[in-house]
């Protein structure tokens, strides 16, 4: 079992940054790939980012490519999501989530989730 807590959230204006973390606990993430997705207000949960076990390999969303970057830290166990150039349509509730598996970019891929953390850009 592997339990993950997000942090890093906060309201922000058009054009900052923000830098998430993902903090798992009771197994290590380094046998785990690890993604973000993001859920806006009735909307259904979109992928974010993902990165493999190794961190060789990475997949963006196309809407967030080029100025999102996922990357890990498996001695910590910690996943972050750096984000920059921060929109109004990147406001949402972002989740962590892992998976034993292949990284992935859909939802039900991934075993393991976290409770979210708020993410709001101001115009």
């Known amino acids: 079992q592997v339990q993950l807590v997000e942090s890093g959230g906060g309201l922000v204006q058009a054009g900052d940054s923000l830098r998430l973390s993902c903090v798992a606990s009771?197994?290590?993430?380094?046998?785990?790939?690890m993604g973000w997705f993001r859920q806006a207000p009735g909307k259904e949960r979109e992928f974010v980012a993902a990165?493999?076990?190794?961190?060789?390999?990475?997949y963006y969303a196309d809407s967030v490519k080029g100025r999102f970057t996922i990357s890990r830290n498996n001695a910590k166990n910690t996943v972050y999501l750096q984000m920059n150039s921060l929109k109004p349509e990147d406001t949402a509730v972002y989740y962590c989530a892992a998976t034993r598996g292949l990284i992935g970019r859909t939802s039900n891929e991934y075993e393991y989730w976290g409770q979210g953390t708020q993410v709001t850009v101001s115009s």
């Open positions: 009771g197994r290590t993430i380094s046998t785990h790939a």
């Open positions: 990165i493999s076990q190794s961190a060789l390999t990475t």
